[in-house]
Each structure stands twice: as structure tokens, then as C-alpha cells.
């Protein structure tokens, strides 16, 4: 019988989960190995990091915000620190406001004490004069973030390869294997293998009965000839700073798609958005397309398999993954050495309805 090596955790993926969860592990002296491979689709690749304290039409306040953006900018400078390279970029956003109807909602969410820190009315547009089209009014939310994503990811892996814990393995769920309470797969035995899989969770036969639904996101990056805007536009898309004259804009959600290359629909939409912003001259640099796994009840799954406890998932990050990553990463990495609880809200056995109606299944047979 092959020897295996024996380390504490394997982690299937190296997007942004398994990135913040290898991070937090390595730091508590764990034997880990990050199994991940390239594939079209990945979001973590085209992700804008945003962290953003109030969100979608109705405004509505981030969970938790102050605890988990406190949490992400402490995490996101420690990375800085280990990696040379800036991660955490403070920025604000200014928000077109259409008509009197949200100009009246922006006021009045605005004079909430808890929404008082975020919001304020009638911002400074002087950066802008000229290069966009008016709206009715704007606003401008403050102690707002972007996080470098592509860059923390790819400056992660590098430092994994170095330091021997990373392997390209696009992993096949039929090798795993149940030895004596540890799982084995290739040439390791460890305590627990953890799926930080992003949008494949949908194929994996350990977890494909959590309540995923596919979600499809395109963007563009863009060149804007003399604009070098220092805050994020929100306007009919956002449009968000990389650097000099480039931009992120986007993106689009769909939940139906025939695969995960870029679509020319979508492409269509976005710069029929963009036409609508900008009255300046730009150049499309890259049409970029990532999947990921929307949560129902848009909150993390953390946990363990039931009829295989060696096996967890640490996923459904979704849009705002920057903010919630490292939070739910420290505590599955606390979980998983035994060191707390995993929260109900985020763990994947408030689910577990599903499992006894039959709709959960392991590869061998249902549960």
C-alpha cells in the first residue's frame, strides 16, 4: 500500500475562501496542502473587491458591516505585511440618484444614526465635470474599501508554491477516500479535506444538496483617456479604479447562461450602460465572465459533511466576499482546530432539512 504524507488539512481551491482559510490555518503551524487548478470562470479572477457599507436600490446596510470590514482591513494589512503589495485601497463611492423619489429615500436612510456614518448628500463632483452624464442628484457613501483581489490570489499562490503547499490538481471526487477517521487523496493523509470550490460546489457530491444557484457575472476593463477618477462612480454600473486610466465596470447577473466565456449579450448591455455614463471616449482593454455559487439565504456555508465528517466547505462568499471572507475564514479555521463554534447563521446545518427529505446525496448512496 502507498505511503501518504501525512498533513493536517487539504484544501480543494485557492480562490478567495481558499486563499483566507490556507492563510489563518498556516498561521496556527498547520501541515496544509492547496490543491487548485486554472479553469474559465474562476470570480476570484475578475472580482472588483468591493466593501461597501450600503447596498442594492433600497439601500440597505451591510450585515454586520463594523464588525467584518474592521475584521477584513486588519486581515487584508497583515497580508500586506507577508506579501509586499497593498491590498486594502480606502476609497468612497458616489451613487447617482435618479429622480426625486431616491433623492427623498438617500435623505431619509441618511438621517438613521446607524446609516449616519456611511451616507452624505451632495458630494463634491468636481473630477467628474464634463466626462459624465448628470443624473437628478448624487451621494456619496464613505469608510468604504477595494480590495485587490487578482492580487491577493495570485501573490498567495505564489507564496504557497515556495513554500512547497501548493499543487495543480483539478481534483477527482471518486479518489477520495475514508482511512481509520482521515480522509486520503493522491499522496496525502490528513484529518480533513476542505472544498473552497466556488461555483464547481455545484458538482461535488458531498455538498451539491446546499441550496446553490449558478450565478454568471461579465465585466469589462476599459481605458478612459485623461480620467484618473480616486473614487468608485456608481451610476447606471459601477465604475471602479484599477489604476491610472483603467477601469473595472460592471457587471451583469444572470442566472441562465449556455457556459462560462464572455457573451456578446451581455457585452452589448454593459456598454450600452457604459454609453449612458460616460461623455468622453474610452477602449474596451478585456471582456472578462466569472460563475459563481449564489446562496439562498445570502450567507456563507460553513461546516461538515454529515456521513463524512472528514470532509467541510468553506464557500458561498458571493458578491461580498471581500468583507465577509476573512471573518468566516478565522472562524473556520477556529472551528476546524477545535478552537470555537461555527455561527448557526452560516452553518451549513440549518440546511439540514434538505438532507432528510432525501435530496442530499454522498457518492456511495443517499442519505
Not at 35 to 41: C, F, K, M, N, V
Amino acid at each position: 500500500m502507498e505511503k501518504k504524507q501525512q498533513v493536517d488539512f487539504i484544501i480543494v481551491g485557492q480562490g478567495l475562501a481558499g486563499t483566507l482559510l490556507s492563510y489563518f490555518l498556516l498561521l496556527e503551524n498547520q501541515r496544509v496542502v492547496v490543491l487548485d487548478y486554472s479553469h474559465e470562470g474562476r470570480t476570484s479572477n475578475i472580482a472588483a473587491g468591493l466593501v461597501n457599507p450600503i447596498t442594492g436600490r433600497r439601500l440597505a446596510k451591510s450585515w454586520r458591516f463594523e464588525e467584518l470590514a474592521a475584521f477584513a482591513k486588519q486581515t487584508y494589512q497583515s497580508l500586506e505585511g507577508q506579501l509586499g503589495v497593498q491590498l486594502w485601497h480606502d476609497r468612497r463611492i458616489v451613487r447617482a440618484l435618479h429622480n426625486t423619489f431616491e433623492e427623498n429615500e438617500w435623505m431619509r436612510r441618511s438621517g438613521y444614526p446607524e446609516f449616519q456614518a456611511f451616507m452624505s448628500d451632495g458630494p463634491e463632483m468636481t473630477e467628474f465635470e464634463g466626462k459624465i452624464h448628470e443624473p437628478f442628484g448624487w451621494g456619496e457613501l464613505r469608510n468604504c474599501a477595494q480590495v485587490a483581489m487578482t492580487v491577493l490570489v495570485e501573490r498567495w499562490r505564489g507564496h504557497l508554491l515556495r513554500e512547497g503547499h501548493f499543487f495543480m490538481e483539478n481534483i477527482d471526487y471518486q479518489r477520495i477516500e475514508f482511512v481509520e477517521n482521515q480522509v486520503h487523496y493522491g499522496g496525502w493523509a490528513a484529518r480533513k479535506l476542505i472544498f473552497c470550490e466556488g461555483a464547481k460546489a455545484l458538482e461535488n457530491p458531498f455538498f451539491n444538496h446546499l441550496p446553490f444557484l449558478a450565478t454568471k457575472g461579465e465585466l469589462l476593463l476599459v481605458k478612459i483617456p485623461g480620467c484618473q477618477f480616486g473614487r468608485i462612480l456608481k451610476q447606471h454600473i459601477f465604475l471602479v479604479p484599477q489604476g491610472g486610466e483603467v477601469y473595472w465596470v460592471g457587471s451583469t447577473s444572470r442566472y441562465e447562461f449556455e457556459g462560462p466565456s464572455p457573451s456578446e449579450a451581455s457585452y452589448n448591455w454593459l456598454i450600452s450602460e457604459l454609453d449612458k455614463t460616460l461623455t468622453v471616449p474610452y477602449q474596451v482593454i478585456k471582456h472578462l465572465a466569472g460563475i459563481r455559487p449564489t446562496v439562498a439565504d445570502i450567507r456563507p456555508f460553513l461546516g461538515l459533511n454529515e456521513a463524512h465528517p472528514e470532509l467541510g466547505i468553506f464557500n458561498g462568499l458571493g458578491t461580498k466576499g471581500a468583507l465577509l471572507g476573512p471573518f468566516f475564514a478565522k472562524q473556520m479555521a477556529d472551528f476546524l482546530l477545535g478552537k470555537g463554534e461555527l455561527e448557526p447563521d452560516v452553518d451549513i446545518k440549518r440546511f439540514m432539512g434538505l438532507m432528510k427529505s432525501g435530496h442530499f446525496f454522498t457518492k456511495e448512496k443517499p442519505v
